[in-house]
């Protein structure tokens, strides 16, 4: 069935570090979208890109969709310790209706 | 309403019992889904809702689980003879859709379901 992978599972980095998560689907999708859900909180929508290789910008962040659409990255210069959370990417699901699957996430631990 | 509003917040029922989890998604959103969440997981589909089509039921684990929209807005999840493995957090999401396009999801805070 479709999947939806990202890489790495968990990253520690000290704070001021970059720190990039990968997405990569086994089908093409329309569209991607990305979420940061904080320890015990629930997940907040980013963004959602939709053109092949497309890039956005969110102060720190940037958000880069594959040339085949297959895949995406999540980047944080500068890593601060409010990026501490998790990192969920999501796509529409293959069986022509609405759904979204979601990634398992990329837990990111920042030490001061 | 601002948000999307999820009760009870947490949950404890003992194992055998049914519970019912609702959700109150935003004013004018037509789209609503449920997910589950367990522990350190990812989020795990379970149905959706759109408009006044047919919801899509294909991500619920068992015939004990259940749902319904009434009136297109307010969302009740049910669970029959609760499992200990239903142990998780269930989260709630509303968003708009424009054509083929699903806009980003508001989720509610969750609810948190402990079955001993």
């Known amino acids: 069935g479709q999947q939806v992978m990202q890489i790495p599972q968990y990253q520690h980095v000290q704070e001021g570090e970059d720190f990039t998560t990968y997405c990569n689907s086994s089908t093409t999708l329309s569209n991607i979208q990305w979420y940061k859900q904080r320890p015990g909180g629930h997940p907040v929508f980013l963004i959602q890109l939709v053109k092949s290789g497309e890039v956005k910008k969110q102060k720190r962040l940037t958000f880069q969709f594959g040339e085949a659409k297959k895949n995406s990255s999540l980047h944080i210069t500068a890593t601060q310790t409010t990026d501490v959370g998790t990192y969920f990417c999501?796509?529409?699901?293959?069986?022509?209706?609405?759904?979204?699957?979601f990634g398992a996430g990329t837990r990111l631990f920042v030490k001061a | 309403g601002a948000g999307v509003s999820q009760s009870p917040s947490n949950k404890v029922t003992e194992k055998g019992k049914d519970v019912e989890l609702r959700c109150d998604p935003i004013?004018?959103?037509?789209?609503l889904y449920w997910y589950r969440q367990s522990l350190g997981q990812g989020l795990e589909f379970l149905i959706y809702f759109q408009g006044n089509s047919a919801p899509d039921k294909s991500g619920l684990p068992s015939d004990r689980f259940s749902a319904e929209r009434t009136g297109g807005s307010v969302s009740t999840l049910t669970i029959q003879r609760t499992q200990q493995e239903d142990s998780a957090v269930y989260l709630c999401?509303?968003?708009?859709?424009?054509?083929?396009?699903?806009?980003?999801?508001?989720f509610g805070s969750g609810t948190r379901l402990t079955v001993v």
């Open positions: 999501a796509g529409p699901g293959n069986t022509g209706g609405f759904k979204t699957i």
């Open positions: 004013s004018g959103h037509t789209a």
């Open positions: 999401a509303s968003s708009t859709q424009g054509g083929r396009l699903i806009y980003g999801y508001t």
